[in-house]
């Protein structure tokens, strides 16, 4: 058996934080701490925005092309016994990737044009319709449920495969995998990720920071109050 690097910085970066921040937007949003559940969903869409970004140009591993197969591919890998080793994402949980991501992308606009009638609104509220803003404020409020199901689906997934031998969420935390033979994966620095993050962060501190930080320190002020 050999060690071997199979994923990236950026890749476990947002995986990790992913988790965290899913987590807070929900106790947030059950607390209806409004300015902190904005800025985690602010952080969460310029990890995800950035993450989109380097499925394109990132490490091969981490990119769309090495692990989005077609349903007929994805049987196929099924049917296989022993299955090979995947240098990243195996065609089953690349869906699940693709899924995720695009749940937690449509969380992240529709909750921009949510309203619940009383003390906030996404920016997008008074500029689009009122049956968008009815239909978001809907999605919004079960998808997150239908998120934390899936993320659970996955974890358990990955607990499995931990427990059998195959050691995924070792290797999400280290980024390294003993592998029958050596595993050859040509990688990205994790430095051009987190660029990309602060980068998107920064756009959005410009478009919302202001009415954010508004309501973070209204938030404090109540609560030490």
């Known amino acids: 058996m050999q060690k071997s690097k199979i994923w990236d910085g950026a890749v476990r970066i947002f995986h990790w934080s992913q988790v965290v921040l899913l987590a807070g937007l929900w106790y947030s949003a059950e607390q209806e701490w409004y300015g902190l559940h904005m800025t985690f969903a602010y952080t969460l869409a310029a990890l995800l925005v950035s993450r989109v970004i380097w499925g394109f140009i990132g490490s091969e591993n981490a990119r769309f092309s090495h692990f989005v197969k077609s349903p007929r591919q994805a049987w196929q890998w099924l049917r296989l016994s022993p299955k090979p080793v995947a240098t990243g994402h195996n065609p089953l949980s690349g869906y699940m990737v693709m899924l995720l991501l695009t749940l937690i992308g449509l969380q992240f606009l529709t909750g921009l044009m949510t309203s619940d009638d009383i003390l906030t ?15 978001a404020s809907s999605f919004h409020k079960w998808n997150i449920n239908l998120i934390l199901g899936l993320v659970a689906v996955h974890v358990l997934a990955a607990v499995v495969h931990q427990w059998r031998g195959d050691k995924i969420i070792t290797a999400m935390l280290t980024g390294t995998k003993q592998s029958p033979e050596s595993v050859k994966v040509t990688f990205r620095s994790a430095g051009l990720y987190l660029v990309m993050v602060l980068l998107v962060f920064a756009l959005f501190y410009v478009w ?8 973070l320190r209204g938030e404090w002020a109540s609560y030490l109050s």
């Open 208 to 215: 919302q920071g202001a009415q954010v930080l508004e309501l």
């Open 121 to 135: 609104e996404g920016p997008l509220v008074a500029l689009v319709p009122a049956s968008w803003v009815s239909v």
